[in-house]
């Protein structure tokens, strides 16, 4: 598999947007699962959005309304719009794909921890400040 290579990103004040990206060929056959996670200073790693070979989503729920995962036409590049960041949204963005995600979703919905998936990006920071 070709590694999950990530972009975007960066350092935003409080109120304003990044999208982060992610290249996913490969990793969308028929039941896929894709998703971002983050992991904060001092905290650990937590589901903020996937996106599954079924068409469903998933959002965290104080992220809903401000975050959309999105994957374009080709299926090749993943995508995080975040809107009206707050400090508290200041994290190591990590993409995530697997089959096996893919699978559990179709029997139990998102996994939110990430421990179906076995491929990750390389992680890149997103910086919010006040």
């Known amino acids: 598999q070709e590694p999950l290579v990530q972009s975007g990103g960066g350092s935003v004040q409080t109120g304003g947007s990044l999208r982060v990206s992610c290249e996913v060929s490969?990793?969308?056959?028929?039941?896929?699962?894709i998703g971002w996670f983050r992991q904060a200073p001092g905290k650990g790693r937590e589901g903020v959005a996937t996106?599954?070979?079924?068409?469903?989503?998933y959002y965290a729920e104080s992220l809903k309304g401000r975050f959309t995962i999105s994957l374009d036409n080709s299926k090749n590049t993943l995508q995080l719009q975040m809107n009206t960041l707050i400090p508290e949204n200041t994290a190591m963005y990590y993409c995530a794909a697997d089959d096996r995600a893919g699978d559990y979703e179709l029997e139990y919905g998102p996994d939110l921890e990430g421990s179906h998936y076995e491929y990750w990006g390389q992680g890149i920071l997103v910086t919010v400040s006040s």
């Open positions: 996106i599954a070979s079924n068409g469903k989503t």
């Open positions: 490969g990793y969308t056959g028929s039941r896929y699962c």
